[in-house]
């Protein structure tokens, strides 16, 4: 089969964009250290949200100095805290969210950052997030969820360390 | 003679084809029309913000289900008959699947339609995508499933064909554009097992109340197995146009025929094994599937790049017989006042736009910055809705009077049509991908929210819904003006005046005879295809059914 030599040196320089590409994703799963969302959420029967030991009453609790976990429900049309009441966490922490739903998919994005997953029932989905300063952030429900959900929103507020009280 | 004349029965099912096409596209089309409106928040008097998710499932099924199924339906009954020079195998058959997919259509739209009448119990507002737990009425899973059966069949008849003509021709080289259909339709008839397991086997049954629960995740996967490769069955009919008539429509030939049929056996190859892409952001999904996931769609780039290699240089080579000189300036020597000729040019051009944005969805951490925002479909805008949309209009320009013997009408609108697609998309996508990039949700009636304030990357947020309003606008008309090219030739007198078009397609400077054999033999391309499937969704669909089929389930909310 003939190939044209500029096609050879084409195809050349393909190749080596995508194993660039590959390269630079790599490098960002590896040296930045940017988990995907995983299964490590493990799963939860999404007709008994309301029942389990972790979403029965969710929020924002400590587990060590500078260390948080965050368990919120996604339901139609409001996250469980961050909607009617803000998900409060002070500056310089580390907060694990675990988000689940109890109805249908929903999407969980905070705006203008790359915290963003999708919600889905019988999965909890399980993200470790950094906040260094204090400031308020926007939660929108990115993911179609039924008639109301363009009223699907919640905010985080990233409060100085001294003045926290304890999340939502 | 036209191929009306030499292929009656064929001619009959691509104009019926091409009709129900057209018709959905109008409606689409209209559909998206309120969207760019009612999104922005210029005028939100069509639509309730509840029914604007009933107008994006119309608009979402009736153009990435209706008009692309029926369109390359029929696109392909050309290039099969015109290409093995017989016509279709049997026109009972034919009806038989044209009919399936037309009723199949007519069930799911009503399920669809009948959302804006709130007097009648029936709906399915589910978008596209149809996430379960959401639930549509069982009509708009039925209709669904029979438009996919229906083109079943229909790759059946294509294949049927080539056998009759194998029979006769021992020992020849399949033609070119047979070729691309069958390696079409193979990729097609693998990946669209995942979406009919999902319907037929889960959401049927608990639509009708069979089974009370469904796994959430299993049926989003199924439906992803199938997500990414139908975005080739879209785009292969695109390549098939831009290999095989764009470089004559130049004024010139294919360069070389070899180098196509890889293109298509690559993407036979790579296509499916891609899924888990739609599903980086997805909890219950190891991350070594995702990166696997990455890696096979970074290399489905290179069919992608090889084929705007050879598109630019059968261009090229069709302006220096058309006198054209110079490093560019070749390009002044192309026809651009032939809508068939400017119309897939333009598309050629957008998709390479949407090649990029595509490469930054593919890439698995940024992904993270934007998914299921705006910048989604602004990305693929560009690619079905204009490298397959403005193509599809653009070979209709050069097909429809080849079907119906009759002249093209209104000349005029037809010039401007392309350009005005490609300048309303130019305004359309750009803000759609920088909205996106500050974070505006996509599938959103009203993406304005008290506590949250979207802040541009680049530009204003005002500035950015100004040109979606007017970009989605343009589209419009732009989309009003092929129907009436459409139209008018349609119901013009046959007879009246010569048919300026010549359907003859002139063979590739390099022939099929400098590729080895083995690229025609497509069933080692299936095997090594569902080896890569194998690998690529064995383990993940076996941990997922693992802790039981329906489970973790969920019942129905129907919507
Ligand atoms: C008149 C031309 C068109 C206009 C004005 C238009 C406008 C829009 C807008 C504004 C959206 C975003 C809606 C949202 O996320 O809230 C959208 C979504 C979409 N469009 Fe178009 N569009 C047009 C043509 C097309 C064409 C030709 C295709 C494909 C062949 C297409 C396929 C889609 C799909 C698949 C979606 C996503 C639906 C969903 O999220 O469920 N559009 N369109
Ligand atoms: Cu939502
Ligand atoms: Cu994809």
Redesign the pocket.
């Given at each position: 089969m003939e190939i044209h030599r500029f096609e050879k040196l084409w195809l050349a320089a393909g190749i080596l964009l995508i194993v660039g590409f590959i390269a630079t994703v790599t490098y960002g799963a590896v040296g930045e250290g940017v988990a995907m969302v995983n299964d490590d959420g493990g799963t939860i029967d999404p007709t008994k949200v309301s029942e389990d030991a972790n979403f029965s009453d969710p929020g924002v609790e400590q587990v060590g100095p500078h260390e948080y976990e965050a368990h919120i429900v996604a339901q139609q049309f409001l996250f469980k805290p961050g909607t009617s009441t803000p998900i409060r966490v002070p500056a310089n922490s580390t907060v694990t969210f675990y988000v689940t739903s109890s109805d249908v998919v929903h999407g969980f994005n905070i705006v203008g950052t790359n915290v963003n997953t999708m919600v889905i029932p019988g999965q909890v989905a399980k993200m470790k997030v950094r906040f260094e300063e204090p400031r308020e952030y926007g939660i929108v429900c990115n993911e179609?969820c039924g008639a109301g959900h363009h009223t699907m929103a919640g905010t985080i507020e990233v409060v100085p360390e001294d003045d926290y009280e304890g999340g939502a | 003679m036209a191929y009306v004349d030499d292929y009656p029965d064929a001619s009959k099912l691509v104009r019926a084809c091409f009709g129900v096409s057209f018709v959905a596209?109008g409606l689409?089309?209209?559909f998206?029309?309120i969207?760019?409106l009612h999104?922005t928040n210029v005028f939100r008097g069509f639509v309730s913000s509840a029914d604007?998710y009933t107008v994006?499932?119309g608009?979402?099924v009736l153009?990435?289900l209706v008009?692309?199924t029926f369109f390359i339906a029929g696109l392909f009954t050309w290039a099969t008959t015109h290409s093995l020079e017989r016509d279709v195998p049997s026109l009972t058959l034919g009806w038989t699947w044209f009919a399936m997919m037309l009723v199949g259509t007519a069930l799911a739209a009503t399920a669809i339609l009948a959302g804006f009448v709130p007097s009648i119990d029936m709906s399915a507002d589910v978008?596209?995508?149809f996430y379960a737990p959401l639930q549509a009425h069982p009509i708009f899973y039925i209709g669904a499933a029979l438009i996919i059966v229906g083109s079943w069949i229909a790759g059946y008849t294509y294949f049927k064909n080539l056998w009759g003509w194998r029979q006769d021709n021992p020992g020849e080289r399949i033609p070119l554009r047979t070729f691309m259909v069958v390696t079409t339709m193979l990729m097609w008839y693998i990946s669209t097992i995942g979406v009919a397991i999902e319907v037929v086997v889960f959401l049927i049954p608990w639509s009708l109340g069979l089974i009370s629960q469904v796994d959430p995740l299993i049926t989003r996967t199924l439906f992803w197995y199938f997500g990414h490769p139908v975005v080739y069955f879209?785009l292969m009919p695109a390549y098939l146009v831009w290999y095989t008539v764009l470089p004559k429509l130049s004024g010139g030939r294919l360069f070389s025929d070899p180098l196509a049929r890889v293109v298509f056996v690559l993407f036979l190859l790579l296509s499916t094994p891609v899924g888990f892409h739609h599903q980086y952001l997805d909890p219950g999904i190891p991350e070594g599937f995702k990166f696997i996931a990455m890696t096979n769609t970074m290399f489905l780039l290179l069919p992608s790049l090889l084929t705007a290699f050879t598109v630019v240089a059968s261009m090229e080579h069709g302006a220096r017989q058309n006198g054209g000189t110079g490093r560019f300036g070749w390009l002044g020597s192309l026809p651009w006042d032939n809508p068939a000729f400017s119309g897939s040019a333009l598309a050629g051009l957008m998709f390479a736009a949407g090649g990029f944005s595509g490469m930054i969805n593919a890439g698995m951490n940024i992904n993270y910055l934007i998914h299921n925002t705006?910048w989604v479909?602004g990305h693929?805008?560009l690619t079905?809705?204009?490298a397959?949309?403005l193509t599809a209009m653009a070979i209709s320009y050069w097909l429809v009077p080849q079907i119906t013997g009759k002249r093209l009408q209104f000349r005029g609108l037809a010039l401007v049509q392309p350009y005005l697609w490609f300048f309303?998309m130019t305004l359309?996508s750009n803000a759609?991908h920088r909205a996106g990039l500050a974070g505006v949700p996509?599938?959103?009636?009203e993406p304005q929210y008290g506590s949250v304030d979207f802040s541009g990357v680049v530009g204003g947020m005002t500035e950015m819904r100004i040109q979606?309003a007017i970009?989605?606008?343009l589209?419009?008309v732009?989309?009003l003006l092929f129907l009436v090219v459409m139209a008018g030739t349609w119901m013009a007198e046959r007879g009246r005046g010569q048919l300026t078009v010549n359907g003859v397609i002139p063979p590739a400077l390099s022939g099929p005879e400098h590729s080895p054999r083995i690229i025609d033999n497509y069933r080692v391309w299936v095997a090594i295809a569902i080896g890569l499937i194998i690998i690529a969704y064995g383990p993940p669909m076996f941990d997922l059914v693992a802790d039981g089929l329906l489970e973790p389930g969920s019942p129905a909310f129907p919507a």
């Open positions: 179609y | 596209l689409g089309g209209f998206g029309l969207q760019a999104r604007y994006l499932t608009h979402g153009l990435v008009f692309t978008l596209f995508t879209w705006l479909p693929f805008h079905v809705g204009t397959f949309a309303g359309m759609m996509r599938r959103t009636a979606i970009g989605g606008t589209l419009f732009s989309l």
